[in-house]
C-alpha cells in the first residue's frame, strides 16, 4: 500500500516530496530503486522529522505501536492517517496519541498479493478511500487527507469509524472469510476436480490468496461486526439448506430472486 | 451457450456445417445474422434430420423432454450431448432414450450474462469441458464429442456422472450459493455502505448476477451433493464463528492458514 501511494503521488505532483521508512531495508531500498520514495530512512524518527502528512501503512496491530515511537519527532502541525482496514479501535488509539490530527483512513485498494514487489502506480485510480472523521477531528487536517487522496485518483468517502466497521465487515471481512472456507471446503470435498473448476470458484476464492496473517490480525480487529456479518449470512444459508432439504423449489427460487435482486441494487448504487 | 460454440465452430473449421434452432424466433434470426448458425430451422426435428452431431444447448429441465421430441428424427448413428450442468439425472434419461450414444456434456465456461447476445466466439477457449461416459457408452461417439469440444479450444475431462456431480457441488453450485447469499446480507447489514465495496465484494458476488430460475433447476437438479457441499462449509463457518466469538486469534490463524494452503494446493493443481 505504501510503495504504490509513493510511486503514486511522485507521479502525478513532482512537487511532491516522499520519504519512506520500512521496517525491513530491502523493502527500504526497493523502495528507492523504484522511485517510490525519494529518501528512505534508517528510523521512522527520521522519516517524520520535516513531514506534514505521515501515512501509516503497516499492518493493524502495528499502527499505534509505530505512532507511539513516532509520536515525539512530529512536527507540531503534523497530520498522521492509517491504511488500516478496521477504524473503531485504531481511531481511539490516535486520537489518545496525538488528537484531532489524526485521521482514520482506509483505501479499499489493493489485492492478495502485498509487499513492495507487488507495488502499482494506479493501484489507487478510481477506488473508494475512506475517511473516519469523529467529533474531534481536525477539519483542515481531515481536508489535506482528503486532497492526498484524490491526487491519486482514489474517490473519497467519509463515515464515522463504527459504521465504517459495520460495512467493510459486508463487503470485505465476510467475502475474505467465504472465500477462505469454500477453498478449504472444496480442497476437503473434491481435491481430484480441482482442473475442472470454473470462474465462479475461482473469483470466489481469489482473496483465499491472502495473507493469513494479516487477515487474522483484521478479524480479530473487527470482531463483532464480523460477527454480526457472518451469523446473518447463516440464517440465509440455513433457509437455503432446508429448502434444498426439503425440495422446495418455489422458495429456493424466492431465495435467489431477492438476492439476486440485492446484487443489482448494489450495482446500481456503486455505478 | 449453444451461440458461441456455432460461432467458435464456424470461425476455426469451414467445413463445419451448423444448423440452429431456437424456440424464439428472434434468437434463430439473431444466430443467422451474426454467423453463428448456417441454417435456422423452424422445429427441433427439422434441424436434426441431418446432423452427425446434436448439442442439446438449453436449461436442464428442457434437455430430456427435447430430446423426446427429437428422438424419432435422428439419423441411425447420430450422436447426442448437452450442456447440462448437472448430470446424473440427464445422462440417466439421455441413455434410457438412445443408449450409448447419449454422451452427457458439461462445457465449464459462461459468465453471468447469457442469451445469443452475450454469444462470444472465444468462450470455450482453454475452458474445461467434461464428458461423462458410463458402462454403455459409446466410444466413437465419446471421441466425437471429445474432438469437437477441442476444435473450440476446450480441454476435455472425462469423469463418472456422479463424480462430476460431487465435483460441481464444490468448484459451481457452492460458489454460487456462497455468492447469492453474501448479496443478500451485505445489502440487508449494510445497503448505504455500496459505494465502498471492494475487489472481494465484487468477485465474492458477481455471479450473483446469473439468472435465478437457471440456477434453480441446477441446485435442484443436483439438490444431494450440493446440500453435503454446503453443510461441510457450515462446518468450518461454525468453528471460525466460535473462534471470533472467543477472540481465540490462534484458531482464526489455523483456520485462515489452512485454507490459503488449500487454495495454494488447487491453483497448483490446476495450472
Not at 162 to 176: F, G, K, M, N, Q
Not at 177 to 205: H, N, P, V
Not at 237 to 264: F, N, P, R, W, Y
Request: aromatic share 6%; proline share 4%; charged share 20%.
Amino acid at each position: 500500500m505504501g510503495g504504490s501511494l509513493g510511486l503514486a503521488l511522485r507521479n502525478v505532483e513532482a512537487e511532491v516530496r516522499v520519504t519512506g521508512w520500512s521496517r525491513n531495508p530491502v523493502t527500504r531500498s526497493k523502495a528507492l530503486d523504484m522511485g517510490a520514495v525519494e529518501r528512505a530512512t534508517d528510523t521512522p524518527e527520521q522519516a517524520v522529522e520535516d513531514a506534514q502528512i505521515i501515512v501509516l501503512a503497516v499492518p493493524v496491530d502495528t499502527i499505534l505501536p509505530l505512532l507511539e515511537q513516532m509520536r515525539v519527532s512530529l512536527k507540531p502541525n503534523a497530520i498522521v492517517t492509517d491504511v488500516g482496514s478496521v477504524k473503531s479501535r485504531i481511531v481511539a488509539g490516535g486520537e489518545e496519541s496525538i488528537g484531532g490530527r489524526f485521521i482514520g483512513g482506509h483505501p479499499m485498494a489493493g489485492s492478495e498479493d502485498s509487499g513492495i514487489d507487488s507495488a502499482s502506480m494506479s493501484l489507487y485510480h478510481s477506488a473508494p478511500w475512506v475517511f473516519t472523521p469523529t467529533a474531534i477531528t481536525d477539519s483542515d487536517a481531515l481536508d489535506a487527507c482528503c486532497q492526498m487522496a484524490r491526487m491519486v485518483g482514489a474517490k473519497t468517502y467519509v463515515f464515522a469509524p463504527e459504521t465504517h466497521d459495520r460495512i467493510v465487515a459486508c463487503y470485505s471481512h465476510l467475502p475474505h472469510i467465504l472465500a477462505y472456507g469454500l477453498a478449504q471446503t472444496a480442497w476437503d470435498l473434491a481435491g481430484e476436480g480441482a482442473a475442472i473448476s470454473a470462474g465462479s470458484f475461482r473469483d470466489g476464492t481469489r482473496v483465499a490468496g491472502s495473507s493469513p496473517s494479516l487477515w487474522t490480525e483484521i478479524l480479530m480487529d473487527n470482531r463483532a461486526a464480523t460477527l454480526r456479518a457472518l451469523e446473518r449470512f447463516d440464517k440465509w444459508s440455513h433457509s437455503m439448506k432446508i429448502a434444498l432439504t426439503k425440495g422446495d423449489q418455489k422458495e429456493i427460487e424466492e431465495l435467489l430472486v431477492h438476492a439476486h435482486q440485492a446484487h443489482k441494487e448494489w450495482k446500481t448504487t456503486r455505478s
